[in-house]
């Protein structure tokens, strides 16, 4: 027969919870579940607050044994359609079906032919109870029993996928990450359909206990790479992650950097062909952004369109995205030096026209470069600060006449707000936010050194600079390479890329050397020469 309690073991439990000094204690969530179904469900109340959005219904599952059950989850978090047409409707249409089976107990019943969906587990303490209800799983009681069923209804309301705002493409998917991080990890296995992508999911963070995975392609990836990355991830101790940047700041090699050493995507397509190089993904609950390591300098330049369109289309772009960076950093300080101290170097006629723009301007070149980048921040700032619908308007409209009452008013001259207007545009024409920000920030301090040096502060600022992306290391992998140190094998894709028949192998310094062959042999595109133009047949004319 089944077990299930009489009155007087009831007291005796009753009796025995009374003398718990402090019920509320934290180590209770470690100890295992009371058998009275009313008192896991009054503990379950205490602890949620009885809080509104947690729902529970109770059943008979034997009116004549009184054995009863009870079903708790979370509105909201918890997909309503599937509890009630898999679990508490089977419930109650199988209230017979103990009868039939009276050796086995109620528990094994509900798990083996009642509950019907996939994933179903055992919870055995009242931890693994409430990590399973605040993730948006059914926890099923029943009385008499001391554990608990938890089966898989995670949904509720979710954002649909949508085309990835923040890295547009002409030619490529439109699909992208969303907030939910099992949609996030079909997106990429549509894409990779191998047993070999392995996702190791923890939960991060004691108070919000987000789901954070690691997804990465076992045999690709680097071993070295892989066990850093999840001892970096074991070794967070915090109470709460509700972004992948808390991740990035907690585990990257090197903060005091402007440069990110993490590259971040919405785009399910740039994660697999990163994870098809050797890279791992950290993918975060509650963000559509993704990040991906090791990272290099160079990635930020380059665009997943550049991998479906012709290398020599996709080499004259990353060119001019460096030329544009070094534009967005230099641009402002190259005008500071040439007009302070090497006026020599501008040709006779363009340097009339910039002094006498420059006649009733009275503050010198630097003041007057830094009050017009200094304005133009702050409308950048209140631009992307403000409503949509006003904000664009705010930062165009602001610019212009900000920019013209300025020249009017001789506190600028035209010739700074062409220099600024310029930068400003390279600046937004950077493929990356992240290295966007890093040019904005790097741009003033290019401006000092060129008021106190001239072209000589230029110069060596970009060696300085140029020495610290050297470095810089992304899971001990050196930040610029291919190009320092020089990988040979590297270089067909980092500044130039070559046709996609020519790379032939992931590279070396990120993929398991075990396994850096991407494609076979004679994948160059040959046409078929026996395949000429059709002879005519001066018959077929004639008809």
Known sequence: MPSFFKLNQRKKIRSKLKKQK???????????????????????????????????????????????????????????????DFLIQSIIKNRELHRKSPDKEPFDILKEEIVALGDVNIRLDWNEVFQSLMSGETIVLVDGCSKALSASTRGGEQRSIEEPGSQVTVRGPRDGFTESIGTNIALVRRRIQNPNLWVETMKI????????????????????????????????????????????????????????????????????????????????NGTPFALIAPTLFIQFFQSVEDYYSRAYLATALRFLRILIFFISIIAPASYIAGTTFHQEMIPTQLLIAIAAQRETVPFPAFVEALIMEVAFEILREAGVRMPRAVGSAISIVGA???????????????????????????????????????????????????????????????????????????????????????????LGDSIVRLPMWALKKRPSFIANKENQTRMGENQHPRPNKSRGMIPRNPQEDQE
């Open 22 to 84: 402090d019920p509320m204690k934290v180590d209770e969530l470690k100890e295992p579940l009371c058998p009275l179904l009313e008192e896991q469900l009054s503990f379950i109340k205490r602890k949620t607050g009885n809080s509104a959005d947690v729902i529970i219904r109770k059943a008979s599952f034997d009116e004549k044994l009184g054995i009863k059950t009870a079903v708790v989850y979370v509105e909201g978090i918890s997909n309503s359609h599937s509890i009630n």
């Open 205 to 284: 963070g004691t108070v919000t206990k987000t789901d954070v995975s690691m997804v990465y392609i076992k045999g690709i990836a680097k071993e070295e790479i892989v066990n850093e990355v999840r001892s970096r991830l074991n070794r967070i101790e915090i109470d709460s992650i509700l972004e992948s940047g808390y991740i990035e700041q907690l585990i990257e090699d090197e903060s005091f950097t402007t440069f990110p050493t993490f590259y971040y995507t919405e785009r399910p397509d740039m994660v697999a062909g990163n994870l098809l190089e050797g890279r791992v993904s950290i993918l975060v």
């Open 400 to 490: 212009l006449v900000i920019g013209q009452a300025a020249v009017q008013a001789g506190i600028v001259s035209p010739a700074m707000v062409i220099i600024v207007a310029i930068t400003a545009i390279a600046n937004f024409a950077t493929p990356s936010f992240a290295v966007a920000i890093s040019a904005r920030i790097i741009r003033f301090l290019f401006m000092v050194v060129a008021a106190t040096f001239g072209f000589y502060g230029i110069i060596l600022g970009l060696l300085v600079l140029t020495i610290h992306l050297t470095s810089l290391r992304s899971f001990g992998v050196p930040y610029f390479a291919p190009l320092a140190p020089l990988v040979p094998s590297g």
